[in-house]
Protein backbone atom coordinates (compact mmCIF):
# COMPACT_ATOMS: atom_id res chain seq x y z
CA UNK A 1 0.00 0.00 0.00
CA UNK A 2 1.19 3.71 -0.76
CA UNK A 3 1.71 6.09 2.34
CA UNK A 4 2.65 9.89 2.43
CA UNK A 5 5.49 10.90 4.94
CA UNK A 6 4.41 11.94 8.28
CA UNK A 7 5.15 15.61 6.54
CA UNK A 8 2.77 15.21 3.61
CA UNK A 9 0.57 14.17 6.10
CA UNK A 10 0.43 16.25 8.55
CA UNK A 11 0.82 19.44 5.40
CA UNK A 12 -2.47 17.53 4.16
CA UNK A 13 -3.93 17.88 7.53
CA UNK A 14 -3.40 21.61 7.85
CA UNK A 15 -4.75 22.42 4.62
CA UNK A 16 -7.70 20.61 5.08
CA UNK A 17 -8.05 22.12 8.80
CA UNK A 18 -7.32 25.92 6.76
CA UNK A 19 -10.66 24.76 5.24
CA UNK A 20 -12.75 23.88 8.22
CA UNK A 21 -11.62 25.30 11.28
CA UNK A 22 -12.46 22.78 14.60
CA UNK A 23 -11.45 20.95 17.22
CA UNK A 24 -11.06 17.75 14.42
CA UNK A 25 -7.58 18.17 13.72
CA UNK A 26 -6.40 17.86 17.56
CA UNK A 27 -8.44 14.61 17.39
CA UNK A 28 -6.85 13.59 14.17
CA UNK A 29 -3.47 14.02 15.83
CA UNK A 30 -5.00 12.92 19.03
CA UNK A 31 -5.63 9.25 16.98
CA UNK A 32 -2.13 9.48 14.99
CA UNK A 33 -0.57 9.78 18.67
CA UNK A 34 -2.86 6.79 20.09
CA UNK A 35 -1.90 4.75 17.14
CA UNK A 36 1.25 5.32 16.94
CA UNK A 37 1.75 4.15 20.85
CA UNK A 38 -0.38 1.22 20.64
CA UNK A 39 1.50 -0.23 17.12
CA UNK A 40 4.75 0.35 19.21
CA UNK A 41 3.78 -2.10 22.01
CA UNK A 42 2.67 -4.68 19.13
CA UNK A 43 5.51 -4.70 16.93
CA UNK A 44 3.66 -3.16 14.37
CA UNK A 45 4.48 0.03 11.72
CA UNK A 46 4.66 2.85 14.15
CA UNK A 47 4.41 5.44 11.02
CA UNK A 48 1.51 3.83 8.99
CA UNK A 49 -0.18 3.98 12.49
CA UNK A 50 0.39 7.84 12.65
CA UNK A 51 -0.25 8.38 8.96
CA UNK A 52 -3.71 6.43 9.43
CA UNK A 53 -4.44 8.46 12.41
CA UNK A 54 -2.98 12.02 10.78
CA UNK A 55 -5.41 10.97 7.81
CA UNK A 56 -8.50 8.96 9.11
CA UNK A 57 -10.89 12.29 8.88
CA UNK A 58 -9.01 14.16 6.19
CA UNK A 59 -12.91 14.28 4.33
CA UNK A 60 -13.73 17.14 6.48
CA UNK A 61 -12.03 19.46 4.99
CA UNK A 62 -15.42 19.58 3.00
CA UNK A 63 -17.12 21.05 5.87
CA UNK A 64 -19.42 20.06 9.25
CA UNK A 65 -20.90 16.88 6.97
CA UNK A 66 -21.66 13.51 8.44
CA UNK A 67 -21.04 10.55 6.72
CA UNK A 68 -19.78 11.98 3.92
CA UNK A 69 -16.61 12.70 5.50
CA UNK A 70 -15.78 8.94 5.16
CA UNK A 71 -15.97 8.73 1.09
CA UNK A 72 -14.41 12.55 0.64
CA UNK A 73 -10.96 11.62 2.32
CA UNK A 74 -11.30 8.50 0.67
CA UNK A 75 -11.65 9.99 -2.94
CA UNK A 76 -9.05 12.49 -1.65
CA UNK A 77 -5.98 10.32 -0.52
CA UNK A 78 -7.34 8.09 -3.82
CA UNK A 79 -6.19 11.01 -6.11
CA UNK A 80 -3.05 11.41 -4.04
CA UNK A 81 -2.24 8.29 -5.00
CA UNK A 82 -2.06 7.14 -1.62
CA UNK A 83 -4.04 4.13 -1.05
CA UNK A 84 -2.99 3.09 2.38
CA UNK A 85 -5.22 6.50 4.40
CA UNK A 86 -7.31 6.37 1.95
CA UNK A 87 -8.52 2.54 3.49
CA UNK A 88 -8.31 4.44 7.32
CA UNK A 89 -10.98 6.96 5.82
CA UNK A 90 -13.18 4.10 4.51
CA UNK A 91 -13.12 1.93 7.66
CA UNK A 92 -12.96 3.90 10.45
CA UNK A 93 -16.27 4.67 10.96
CA UNK A 94 -17.03 0.80 10.91
CA UNK A 95 -15.88 -1.21 13.32
CA UNK A 96 -17.99 -3.91 12.93
CA UNK A 97 -18.82 -3.42 9.11
CA UNK A 98 -22.48 -2.14 10.05
CA UNK A 99 -23.33 0.63 7.37
CA UNK A 100 -26.53 1.67 9.16
CA UNK A 101 -25.29 2.05 12.81
CA UNK A 102 -23.22 5.26 11.50
CA UNK A 103 -23.49 7.67 14.12
CA UNK A 104 -24.49 10.90 12.88
CA UNK A 105 -25.85 12.20 9.30
CA UNK A 106 -26.11 9.27 6.14
CA UNK A 107 -25.73 12.49 3.95
CA UNK A 108 -24.48 9.79 1.55
CA UNK A 109 -25.71 9.93 -2.29
CA UNK A 110 -27.09 6.21 -3.48
CA UNK A 111 -23.86 5.75 -5.35
CA UNK A 112 -22.08 6.89 -2.70
CA UNK A 113 -23.62 4.66 -0.67
CA UNK A 114 -22.97 2.04 -2.50
CA UNK A 115 -19.32 2.36 -2.77
CA UNK A 116 -18.83 2.14 1.06
CA UNK A 117 -20.87 -0.51 1.54
CA UNK A 118 -19.01 -2.67 -1.28
CA UNK A 119 -15.55 -1.18 0.19
CA UNK A 120 -16.86 -2.52 3.87
CA UNK A 121 -18.26 -5.62 3.06
CA UNK A 122 -14.88 -6.18 0.68
CA UNK A 123 -12.11 -5.29 3.24
CA UNK A 124 -10.81 -8.12 6.07
CA UNK A 125 -9.74 -6.01 8.64
CA UNK A 126 -6.27 -6.04 9.66
CA UNK A 127 -4.47 -4.61 12.68
CA UNK A 128 -3.75 -1.10 11.57
CA UNK A 129 -7.55 -0.71 10.52
CA UNK A 130 -8.45 -1.88 13.78
CA UNK A 131 -5.81 0.73 15.10
CA UNK A 132 -7.83 3.55 13.46
CA UNK A 133 -11.07 2.60 14.33
CA UNK A 134 -9.61 2.44 18.21
CA UNK A 135 -7.70 5.34 18.62
CA UNK A 136 -11.22 6.87 17.19
CA UNK A 137 -12.96 4.97 19.92
CA UNK A 138 -10.12 6.67 23.07
CA UNK A 139 -9.47 10.17 21.35
CA UNK A 140 -9.87 13.11 23.97
CA UNK A 141 -8.18 16.07 22.24
CA UNK A 142 -4.74 15.49 21.27
CA UNK A 143 -4.93 12.38 24.18
CA UNK A 144 -6.93 9.59 25.34
CA UNK A 145 -9.52 8.63 27.74
CA UNK A 146 -11.28 6.07 28.82
CA UNK A 147 -13.48 4.57 25.94
CA UNK A 148 -16.37 4.38 27.92
CA UNK A 149 -16.78 8.64 28.25
CA UNK A 150 -15.45 8.66 24.72
CA UNK A 151 -18.44 6.94 23.20
CA UNK A 152 -20.84 7.67 25.19
CA UNK A 153 -19.56 11.46 24.13
CA UNK A 154 -19.95 10.76 20.89
CA UNK A 155 -23.58 9.64 21.04
CA UNK A 156 -24.76 12.54 23.18
CA UNK A 157 -23.05 14.89 21.10
CA UNK A 158 -24.97 13.49 17.72
CA UNK A 159 -28.48 12.60 19.73
CA UNK A 160 -27.78 9.66 18.23
CA UNK A 161 -27.84 5.96 19.80
CA UNK A 162 -29.77 3.77 17.66
CA UNK A 163 -30.43 0.03 18.75
CA UNK A 164 -27.04 -0.73 16.66
CA UNK A 165 -25.02 1.07 18.71
CA UNK A 166 -24.18 -1.53 21.85
CA UNK A 167 -22.97 -4.03 18.56
CA UNK A 168 -20.67 -1.06 17.68
CA UNK A 169 -19.47 -0.37 21.17
CA UNK A 170 -19.11 -4.34 21.19
CA UNK A 171 -16.60 -4.25 18.74
CA UNK A 172 -14.74 -1.37 19.63
CA UNK A 173 -14.45 -3.58 23.64
CA UNK A 174 -13.16 -6.83 21.08
CA UNK A 175 -10.64 -5.02 19.31
CA UNK A 176 -9.43 -3.21 23.21
CA UNK A 177 -9.43 -6.51 24.31
CA UNK A 178 -7.62 -8.58 21.75
CA UNK A 179 -4.82 -5.53 21.45
CA UNK A 180 -4.63 -5.52 25.36
CA UNK A 181 -4.05 -9.66 25.68
CA UNK A 182 -1.47 -9.47 22.44
CA UNK A 183 0.78 -6.63 24.79
CA UNK A 184 0.60 -8.21 27.96
CA UNK A 185 -1.18 -5.32 29.73
CA UNK A 186 -3.76 -2.52 30.27
CA UNK A 187 -4.66 -0.52 27.16
CA UNK A 188 -4.29 2.77 29.31
CA UNK A 189 -0.84 1.93 30.91
CA UNK A 190 0.33 3.80 27.60
CA UNK A 191 -1.10 6.81 28.22
CA UNK A 192 -0.66 8.30 31.36
CA UNK A 193 -2.58 11.60 30.68
CA UNK A 194 -6.36 9.05 30.80
CA UNK A 195 -6.69 9.36 34.52
CA UNK A 196 -6.56 13.07 33.93
CA UNK A 197 -8.58 13.29 30.94
CA UNK A 198 -11.13 10.73 32.06
CA UNK A 199 -11.87 12.41 35.57
CA UNK A 200 -10.76 15.69 35.52
FE1 LIG B 1 -14.41 10.27 11.21
Redesign the pocket.
Known amino acids: MVYPTREEALALLEWAHGLNPGP?REHSLGVARAGEKIAEALGLDADRAWINGCM??I??FEGPRGMH??IA?YDLCVEKGWDGPARA?MV??FPNKDFEGYTGAHDVSAEEEARIRAFIAGCAFDDYDRLVQLG?AISWGDGVCLMEKRLVNVVMRYNDMGPRTLDKWRAWFAIKEDFERRMGRSLYSLFPEAAENTLG
Do not use: E, K, M, T
Request: charged residues 25%; contains cysteine.
Open positions: WHDGRHVGCHSD
